[in-house]
């Protein structure tokens, strides 16, 4: 009779565990059809320790963590799943693709996508957020691309400007790098006037002895 308990205990352990985990699963179910998705996130993470392997557990982990926002734990809850290979390992990657748009990672997305795609063609849910998120990239690279030419143009009208600009200044005898408002005009009127009075005010040395008066004339700077 030992031998019996011996050989039929590890079963009835096993069945114990089974029950506990289809438990969680139904619990974390009607939570989560509950809008619950802390507390059924909890349940289906019981089931996880009690049935590692199973994939609905993590599955509904993935799915509630991703009603919670929590983006990172569904996508690594939606990750384990595909790795399972089982049953529902085409939702799961679909789900993936969700989680990590919903994250901003377009990329990884896309690339989600693509292995729901390949592991069903006919997936047109796949199909169709895949062919969003290329729209969506192709659009912003023509986007980038208009903005580009757009700064372009801009820059070669502002250098077109300023060579106008700075013939229009010789062309007038002024400085083409000096200011051209109303104040910095007048101060550069101002000292030309100055140098003006200067030159008709140079200061003359005295001549020298026996030379005509005014022969020998020298400014003072």
């Not at 799943?81 to 990657?93: I, N, W």
């Not at 372009?152 to 013939?167: I, L």
Request: proline share 3%.
């Amino acid at each position: 009779m030992k031998k019996l308990i011996g050989v039929f205990l590890p079963f009835a352990v096993a069945l114990c565990a089974q029950a506990g985990v289809r438990a969680d699963l139904r619990a974390g179910g009607k939570l989560y059809e509950d809008q619950k998705y802390g507390q059924a996130l909890a349940k289906y993470n019981e089931a996880l320790q009690k049935a590692p392997q199973d994939e609905n557990a993590s599955f509904g982990a993935g799915a509630a963590a991703y009603y919670l926002k929590d983006y990172r734990t569904a996508e690594k809850a939606f990750e384990e799943t595909a790795e399972k290979d089982g049953k529902l390992v085409q939702d799961a990657l679909f789900n993936l693709g969700n989680a990590y748009y919903r994250a901003g990672d377009t990329d990884k997305a896309a690339d989600a996508y693509r292995q729901a795609i390949v592991h069903t063609p006919k997936d047109k849910e796949a199909i169709h957020n895949l062919q969003l998120i290329l729209d969506q990239k192709q659009n912003q690279q023509n986007q980038n691309n208009q903005n580009r030419q757009n700064q372009d143009n801009n820059s070669s009208n502002q250098d077109r400007q300023n060579q106008d600009g700075k013939g229009q200044a010789e062309q007038n005898g002024q400085d083409p790098q000096s200011p051209s408002n109303p104040q910095d005009q007048m101060n550069k009127d101002d000292a030309n006037r100055v140098m003006q009075m200067a030159r008709e005010n140079e200061y003359k040395k005295p001549t020298q002895s026996g030379a005509a008066q005014g022969s020998s004339v020298e400014k003072d700077w």
